[in-house]
């Protein structure tokens, strides 16, 4: 019998450093998230980040939080209960980080008598500190505990033409009282060495800023490209004019080059250049979260005033939307009557 495993990044259990560390502990030493060997992890995120980023972070998520809890939760756990209700196969959500285990939600679905699961990392695009380590620990989980269960995975979908659409919709819904003279496309970073290590054919990739435009296989992991392939798409879709468009990367940690330019600088910038009208869409996430109601609702509005900007949007992410739900559910049926994945 066939069934669905959504999976998104999880969150801590409460926005406190007590409940922050462990959280944060398990998702930074993963090692497609920081690269390094074991030991140098060890001492970067237990000796050096751990050391006060829980009550850091704490206070943000505290900004964020919601009664009923983390907004990526909440959102994700609406999301799954109305693709339920679009769909007849059993559908299961699980986190890659914090208490929602992929495991458990691969016993829900073995319970139900599922055998072949179509597993969705909730990620437009491809990188190894997303989308790769959610199929890995999802294999892992499936070799040690389930292994009679069958797993595919669902492509990611960051062109695919009908998930361009609802997004592009949302985004015309979101500026429509909106006179912006700027629009800004700001994606989660992540270090330039992650993009050289995903490319398969270990010379395409240069970070120099032509290489993403020039065909290539390394394209289907490489998350600078995808990126903007997905704003094109946008631009092209909503007829956005070229000049009032840019793409820029944020929440990034010291040390490391990280894709450029970086949100926080452009934000900086805009208002000197006369561009004091800002809309900020963040499309590397299905849901609204920390990084985008914190630091780019919050934080990038106030950086972006303090530097002489005037007015300020964020365009929410498309959440539990219901065009959204249903491209999900589509893609869900058609796996489910033929095997076909979306592309
Ligand atoms: C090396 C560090 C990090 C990489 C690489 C990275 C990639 C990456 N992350 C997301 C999605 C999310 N990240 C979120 C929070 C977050 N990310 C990092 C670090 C890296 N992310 C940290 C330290 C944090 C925690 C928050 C903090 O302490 O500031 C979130 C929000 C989670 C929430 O609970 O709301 C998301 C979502 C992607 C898609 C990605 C690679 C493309
Ligand atoms: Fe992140
Ligand atoms: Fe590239």
């Known amino acids: 019998m066939k069934g669905v495993l959504l999976v998104n990044l999880g969150s801590p259990e409460s ?20 690269d390094v060997n074991k030991v140098l992890r060890n001492i970067i995120v237990r000796g050096i980040i751990l050391q006060t980023r829980p009550k850091k972070s704490a206070e943000a998520y505290a900004k964020i939080w919601w009664e009923e809890g983390s907004p990526l939760v909440v959102i994700s756990e609406r999301f799954t209960n109305k693709v339920r209700q679009q769909t007849n196969l059993p559908v299961a959500l699980g986190m890659r980080y ?23 990392p909730l ?52 500026l429509k009282n909106f006179d912006y003279d700027h629009i800004l496309f700001s994606y989660h970073g992540i270090p ?52 009032k468009v840019s793409l820029s990367f944020q929440s990034r940690l010291p040390n490391d080059p990280w894709l450029k330019p970086y949100t926080d600088f452009e934000f900086e910038r805009f208002p000197k250049e ?5 809309a900020v869409i963040t499309p590397a996430f299905v849901s609204d979260c920390l990084e985008t109601l914190e630091e780019i609702a919050m934080e990038g509005k106030h950086q972006f005033q303090e530097a002489g900007g005037e007015d300020y949007i964020h365009i929410p992410c498309l959440n539990d939307n219901d065009a959204w739900v249903q491209v999900m559910a589509d893609w869900i049926k058609d796996w489910d009557a033929s095997e076909k994945l979306p592309a």
Do not use: W
């Open 15 to 34: 926005p406190t450093a007590k409940d922050v560390k462990p959280y944060l502990d398990e998702f930074l030493m993963d090692e497609r998230v920081i």
């Open 98 to 120: 914090g208490k929602m285990t992929i495991k458990n939600a691969l016993q829900e679905l073995k319970d139900k008598g599922v055998d072949d699961v179509l597993l969705v």
């Open 123 to 174: 990620y437009p695009h491809y990188a190894m500190s997303s989308f790769e380590t959610v199929v890995v620990k999802a294999m892992e989980v499936k070799d040690e505990f389930f292994s009679n269960i069958k797993i595919t995975t669902l492509p990611p979908f960051y062109k695919n033409p009908e998930y361009i659409k609802v997004l592009s919709e949302s985004i015309a819904e979101g």
């Open 192 to 243: 330039e060495r992650h993009i050289r290590k995903s490319d398969p054919t270990k010379f395409h990739c240069k970070i120099d800023g032509n290489c993403c435009s020039t065909n290539s296989v390394a394209h289907h992991t490489c998350y600078r490209h995808q990126c903007y392939e997905m704003t094109e798409r946008i631009k092209a879709f909503l007829q956005l004019p070229e000049d």
């Open 274 to 278: 006369g561009k004091k009208k800002l």
